[in-house]
């Protein structure tokens, strides 16, 4: 057998395994046999069994303790919580104040990013007025004054 009839050979079992996979894929899975419905006297919630039930608050028979309980409550309600975590007012003032304004960003070869805020260019480290760069990413830089840091971003087109 010479060498071309040897290709020949392997290319058309070759094949035939092709061919045998693809039909096997296309009749998909077999189809399940429909199951048989059952009655809807079996279909039931479950109930739980064995729960305890719930046990009654206890009544407090001494006034004086609930009137200290209540006393105590009122003083927590009075105590000054600080700055609200959920809440970016002071942020969103201190910014609205400074009118910051990314205009674009370049990342060189050596992988610095540059970045152009209102008429100066800066990079990271720089102050712009009371705000020190802190990292230029992609589409956003990151901004510190003082202990509140915030990032500005690229506008939309």
């Known amino acids: ?68 309980m209540d006393t105590l409550q009122k003083e927590r309600a009075q105590i000054a919580w600080g700055r609200n975590p959920f809440s970016a007012l002071k942020v969103s003032q201190e910014f609205q104040k400074a009118h910051l304004e990314l205009k674009g960003i370049s990342v060189g070869k050596d992988k610095k990013a540059l970045a152009f805020i209102n008429t100066e260019i800066v990079k990271q480290g720089d102050t712009l007025g009371a705000y020190e760069v802190v990292e230029i990413e992609k589409d956003k830089v990151l901004l510190r004054k003082g202990e509140q840091s915030f990032y500005i971003t690229l506008p939309e087109e």
């Open 1 to 68: 057998m010479s060498k071309q009839q040897t290709e020949i050979v392997i290319t058309a079992v070759l094949i035939g395994v092709l061919a045998l996979l693809v039909v096997g894929s296309l009749k998909g899975k077999a189809k399940k046999k429909p199951v048989a419905e059952a009655p809807e006297e079996a279909i039931k919630p479950a109930q739980p069994q064995g729960l305890p039930k719930a046990a009654p608050m206890p009544e407090v028979k001494d006034e004086n303790a609930a009137k200290k």
